[in-house]
C-alpha cells in the first residue's frame, strides 16, 4: 500500500464511488488523492472479492485491521523494540527522562537494534496507534489541568421538587492524566477554588502549575501574553506555592488533555447518573466518586496500566506537600476611616478600629472566615478577629485619639486619682459624690466638671471648697453648690449664646433655591447683594449650609400628572382595552416578552404578542392588526412604560381618536384588569413549562387563549367563559371576536 496511510472512512467512499459508476479520475479529484493510491486500493478489494454492502458495513477498526495484515510481517529487531515502548511511555513521564536517554540504554541491551532516529520514528508511530490524542510532553507532577463540563447534572428539591442546575468540575494530572470530578452549585470564585482545592486534597500534594481556561473565577482579564489573575485566586495559589497559567483565550488545544477528559466523564459519569435522583450535592457527589475510582482504575487503551496505578508510580511522589490547614478564602473590599477612627465593614454590617492618622483615607479590607486586615498603600493598618454581630464596635484602644481614649477609659478609680491629685479634700469630695449615685456613671459628668474648675481658680482654692462643701453637706447639689462657695456664678457653666434672628435670611435662601435650584451659594449671594441686603457672606453662608441648600439636587424629570380614574368594566364589548408586557426567560437564559391585550367588558384575551424585543412600532403594529379586525375602542388602559409613553404612541393615540388612559406610577391597582389576567397567563403557561424557543411559546399561549376564552370559568363573570358571557350579556347581541389562531400565526412570522 501507499507509505501513508489513508483515512479509513475515505479508503470506503472510495469502493463506494467505483461501485456506483464513477471513473477513477472523477474519485481522484473528488477526495484529493492521487490515481495511483486509488487504483491500489480498489485492486486491494477486488483482491479480497469485497462487495459494495460488505466494505459499507465494515466498521474503520475493522477495516485498519485488513490493511495492517495484508501488510508485510514486522521484523524481529522491531517486535523487540516495541516490548519496551510501554516501559518508555512511563519513564518519560518521569522528570529528567528524555527520547534520547531511552535511546542510549536500549541500544547498550541490543547493539543490533535500531539507530536513533529510527527508534523515534517507530516509538511516534506506536503513540499515534495506541492513542492520538495523547500528549507525551507533560512532565510528573508539573501542570494540573482544570474546566468546567458544558453540560450539567441537577438536584431535587426534598420539599419543594424544584429542580436545581449544578456545575460539574473537572480537572486533570497532565501525566498520568489521574482525573478529579466534582459538581458544585455555580461556577463563582467560591465554589471554584474550594472545588480546585478539594483537588489538591483528593491527589495528595500540589503540582507546579494550575491550567485553567478565561473563566472569571480565576482570571479577571485575559490575554495572549499577561493575562490578569483574580486577585483571590492568586493568593489562594500563593498560598499552595504553585503557580496559576491560564490558557489562551479561545484556544482550546492549550488544554486539550482535559477537554478529552470532559468528553470522557459524559459516558463514564453522566450517562450512568442519568436515571438517578439526588437531592443534595454532597449526595450526588458521593455517587461521582464512585464512578470516578472505577474510571481512574480502568486500563488506556492498549497499555497495561491505569491512571490511578500511573499516578501511583510516577507522578505521585514528584506532587508538592500541602500546607498544614486548609486555604481560608480570602475577598476584598475597600472603605473610608470615619472620624472616630473606625471603618464600617459592610458584610457584617460591623465596625473594626483603625490608627487615628489615617482618618479620612481610602482603605482596602481583605477578609476571611476568621480574619479582616485593614490596608493602606500595601501596609497593614490593623487585624481583627472577624465578628460577624450587626452595628457593633471592635475597637483596639491604641488606636484612638487621646481626647476619645480619655472618655473611653472614664472611670471611679480615674476621677479618684485625678481628684488626689489636686488635694485630700477634694478626693473626699468625688468619692462622696460617687457614692452617692445608683450608678457610678452617673455622676462622672458631675465629677468631671467640680475637677475641670481646676483650670480656672487653681488647685488649692479648689481643694479649700471642697473642704467647705464636705463640712456644709454640699455634696447633694454637686456643681451648683461648689460655685456658690467658690463665690462663682452658675452662667460660667451653663451659658449659651442666644442665638441671631435668622428669619429674614432663612426666608431668602430658601425663595432662591426654590426660583433657581441650578445656582450654588455664591450666585444666591450676588443676587441677595444686587437687592439691597446688607448680611455678610459669613452669616449667609452659615444659614445656607444650616438649610442643607448646599447639597446638590439632581432635578428630576417628571411625568405628567395622571388622574386617578375609577376601575369600571364598561357596558359593552369593545369599549375599553388594557395593555401590559409580562417577561420570562427560555431554556438558554435568554429573555422575551409579551404583549398581553383584553377587553375590559368580559377579560377576553384578544391577543398575546410574543418576541424578544417589543417597542413602540410593533406595538402600534399589534393595535392597528386588532383594529382591523375587531374594530376600534374608545379607550385602552395601560401604565406608565416607555413603549406606552412614547411620541410613536401619542401621535397614534392621537389620529385615531383612541384615548390613552395613563394609570398612576406605582399604582398596579389602577390596572387590575390586565394585572390579573397576566398573573393567570404566567401560571397557566410561563411557569408550567419551559421553552426551548419562541415558537414554543406562541403555540403552547394560543392553545391556551383558546381554553381561556372559550372555556375556562371566570369568577367575575358568573363562572362563565369571557366568549359566552358576552354573547349572553352584550347588548345588541353578540360581540364580534377575532380568529386569534390567524393573527398569532401572521405575528409570529413577523
Known amino acids: 500500500m501507499a507509505n501513508k496511510q489513508v483515512d479509513m472512512r475515505k479508503v470506503k467512499q472510495i469502493f463506494r464511488l467505483y461501485s456506483q459508476g464513477v471513473s477513477k479520475r472523477q474519485i481522484s479529484s473528488r477526495l484529493g488523492l492521487s490515481r495511483n493510491t486509488i487504483t491500489k486500493y480498489i485492486a486491494f478489494f477486488q483482491r479480497y ?30 517486535l523487540t523494540l516495541e516490548k519496551y515502548f510501554p516501559y518508555f511511555d512511563k519513564e518519560l513521564r518521569k522528570t529528567g527522562v528524555t527520547r534520547q536517554l531511552l535511546w542510549q540504554e536500549y541500544y547498550a541491551k541490543h547493539p543490533d537494534g535500531y539507530k536513533l532516529s529510527q527508534f523515534k520514528y517507530w516509538y511516534h508511530q506506536w503513540t499515534k496507534e495506541v492513542s492520538p490524542v495523547m500528549h507525551l510532553t507533560h512532565k510528573a507532577g508539573d501542570k494540573l489541568f482544570i474546566d468546567y463540563t458544558g453540560k450539567k447534572l441537577s438536584i431535587v428539591d426534598r420539599h419543594t421538587g424544584e429542580l436545581q442546575d449544578l456545575e ?35 491527589y495528595g500534594g500540589v ?10 473565577s480565576a482570571v479577571t482579564k485575559g490575554s495572549r501574553y499577561e493575562p490578569k489573575v ?30 478529552n477528559a470532559v468528553r470522557i466523564i459524559y459516558t463514564r459519569v453522566f450517562a450512568p447518573l442519568r436515571h438517578q435522583t439526588f437531592h443534595s450535592v454532597p449526595e450526588i457527589n458521593k455517587a461521582i466518586l464512585e464512578l470516578l475510582k472505577t474510571h481512574n482504575e480502568m486500563s488506556f487503551r492498549g497499555r497495561e496500566y491505569s491512571r490511578r496505578s500511573l499516578f501511583d508510580e510516577v507522578e505521585k511522589q514528584e506532587l508538592k506537600p500541602l500546607p498544614l ?34 482618618i479620612g483615607k481610602r482603605i482596602k479590607i481583605i477578609y476571611s472566615d476568621s480574619l479582616v486586615e485593614i490596608f493602606y498603600k500595601f501596609e497593614r493598618l490593623a487585624a481583627h478577629q472577624r465578628e460577624k454581630k450587626k452595628y457593633a464596635y471592635t475597637t483596639v484602644k491604641e488606636h484612638m485619639p487621646s481626647h476619645h481614649r480619655f472618655v473611653s477609659e472614664w472611670s471611679s478609680e480615674k476621677f479618684i486619682a485625678w481628684a488626689a491629685h489636686i488635694g485630700i479634700h477634694c478626693k473626699a469630695y468625688i468619692i462622696e459624690i460617687l457614692d452617692k449615685k445608683q450608678h457610678p456613671e452617673q455622676s462622672y459628668k458631675s465629677c468631671l466638671g467640680i475637677l475641670h474648675l481646676a483650670k480656672k481658680v487653681g488647685n488649692l482654692r479648689l481643694d479649700n471648697a471642697c473642704k467647705r462643701a464636705i463640712a456644709k453637706e454640699l455634696v447633694h447639689y454637686g456643681i451648683s453648690r461648689a460655685c456658690r462657695v467658690l463665690n462663682m456664678s452658675k452662667s460660667v457653666f451653663y451659658y449659651k449664646p442666644i442665638p441671631k434672628d435668622d428669619t429674614a435670611i432663612e426666608k431668602a435662601l430658601q425663595q432662591k433655591a426654590k426660583e433657581h435650584s441650578e445656582e450654588g451659594f455664591w450666585m444666591a449671594y450676588d443676587r441677595l447683594r444686587n437687592e439691597g441686603k446688607p448680611w455678610n457672606h459669613k452669616r449667609v453662608y452659615r444659614v445656607y449650609k444650616k438649610l442643607g441648600l448646599s447639597l446638590r439636587r439632581k432635578v428630576k424629570k417628571h411625568l405628567p400628572a395622571r388622574v386617578k380614574e375609577p376601575l369600571e368594566a364598561p357596558i359593552a364589548p369593545n369599549r375599553s382595552w388594557s395593555i401590559d408586557f ?30 424578544f424585543s417589543l417597542p413602540s412600532k410593533r406595538v402600534i403594529w399589534v393595535l392597528n392588526h386588532l383594529i382591523n379586525r375587531r374594530g376600534k375602542p374608545k379607550k385602552i388602559r395601560m401604565d406608565n412604560g416607555p413603549e406606552f409613553i412614547a411620541k410613536i404612541a401619542s401621535e397614534w393615540s392621537q389620529m385615531h381618536e383612541i384615548d390613552f388612559q395613563y394609570i398612576q406610577p406605582g399604582k398596579p391597582t389602577q390596572n387590575a384588569f390586565i394585572e390579573r389576567f397576566n398573573g393567570t397567563y404566567r ?68
Open 168 to 202: 460539574v468540575f473537572v480537572c486533570v494530572l497532565g501525566s498520568s492524566q489521574y482525573t478529579y470530578v466534582e459538581a458544585s452549585p455555580s461556577q463563582k470564585k467560591e465554589d471554584f477554588i474550594r472545588s480546585v482545592e478539594n483537588a489538591l486534597w483528593f
Open 325 to 358: 490547614k486548609r486555604y481560608e478564602i480570602k475577598a476584598y473590599a475597600n472603605g473610608t476611616v470615619h472620624k472616630n477612627s473606625h471603618i464600617y465593614f459592610s458584610k457584617d454590617k460591623h465596625y473594626y478600629s483603625v490608627p487615628y492618622q489615617h
Open 230 to 259: 483574580n486577585e483571590t485566586f492568586s493568593d489562594f495559589a500563593e498560598y499552595y506555592e504553585t503557580a496559576v497559567l491560564p490558557t489562551r483565550t479561545y484556544k482550546p488545544r492549550d488544554k486539550a488533555i482535559v477537554e
Open 683 to 750: 401560571r397557566g403557561v410561563l411557569n408550567k413549562y419551559l421553552f426551548e424557543d419562541l415558537s414554543q411559546v406562541r403555540e403552547q399561549t394560543e392553545t391556551w387563549m383558546e381554553d381561556y376564552n372559550n372555556v375556562r370559568p371566570h369568577n367575575a363573570l358568573g363562572k362563565m367563559a369571557p366568549v359566552a358571557f358576552a354573547k349572553i350579556h352584550s347588548p345588541g347581541g353578540t360581540a364580534r371576536r377575532m380568529k386569534n389562531n390567524i393573527f398569532g400565526q401572521s405575528s409570529s412570522s413577523n
Open 49 to 78: 472479492q469485497f462487495t459494495s454492502y460488505e466494505v459499507s458495513a465494515m466498521t474503520l477498526e475493522e477495516l485498519h485491521k485488513l490493511f495492517k495484515s495484508d501488510q508485510k510481517p514486522k521484523s524481529a529487531q522491531l
Open 582 to 611: 409580562v417577561t420570562d426567560v427560555l431554556e438558554n437564559k435568554r429573555r422575551f416578552r409579551g404583549l398581553t391585550v383584553i377587553d375590559d367588558y368580559n377579560r377576553e384575551a384578544l391577543h398575546i404578542e410574543i418576541d
Open 207 to 216: 503540582p507546579n502549575a494550575l491550567v485553567p481556561d478565561n473563566l472569571k
